[in-house]
């Protein structure tokens, strides 16, 4: 799942889930390691891609409880640094969303940006296990096969499935 911020004058469409929160901490907290597994768990699937029910996913997580009240000082700022270096990537190599987290996940993809991008998402990661008291964790950052994409196209930077089982369990 990818989550941005846009003015609230659009109108959407009906299969876009749409979150109202100007919260870099929410944002930050979407954009975890630890959302994007609960969000495959709970999720339902179009072929082989997530959709993102807002009753299956945003509705069930365990939020922490600063998070939705926007006071998680370091996570909102971890947010914040999250998204404006994810736009300025954008902007600089005109590039969307999609090409943009398939370079994030591209292991031979080794610029400067991207591994910035990379170092924020592992500190995203960080501070919200410590914000559930889950330090015990070791969330093995790098490059992983995932179970829930089609062999071939599940390398992706994240966490390692031995981590992903243990928050499962502990969410």
Same mark, same amino acid.
């Given at each position: 799942?990818?989550? !941005?911020?846009?003015p609230n004058q659009y109108v959407f469409s009906h299969s876009l889930c749409v979150i109202t929160s100007g919260s870099y901490s929410t944002f930050a907290c979407l954009t975890s390691d630890l959302h994007t597994v609960w969000?495959?768990? +709970?999720?339902?699937?179009?072929?082989q891609d997530l959709r993102y029910i807002h009753g299956d996913i945003f509705e069930t997580f365990p939020f922490p409880s600063e998070v939705l009240s926007d006071g998680s000082e370091k996570l909102r700022g971890l947010g914040e640094k999250f998204f404006v270096l994810r736009s300025q990537y954008m902007q600089i190599h005109e590039k969307g969303m999609t090409k !943009?987290? +398939?370079?994030?996940h591209d292991s031979d993809v080794q610029n400067n940006e991207i591994k910035e991008l990379r170092s924020m998402q592992i500190g995203i990661n960080n501070t919200l296990l410590?914000?559930?008291g889950f330090e015990d964790i070791d969330l093995e950052h790098g490059f992983h096969a995932v179970g829930y994409l089609p062999e071939g196209? +599940?390398?992706?930077? !994240?966490?390692?499935?031995v981590a992903r089982g243990e928050l499962l369990y502990r969410l």
């Open positions: 799942p990818c989550f !941005t911020f846009v969000a495959w768990e +709970n999720g339902s699937r179009m072929k !943009t987290y +398939n370079d994030l410590s914000s559930y196209k +599940n390398l992706r930077f !994240t966490i390692s499935e």
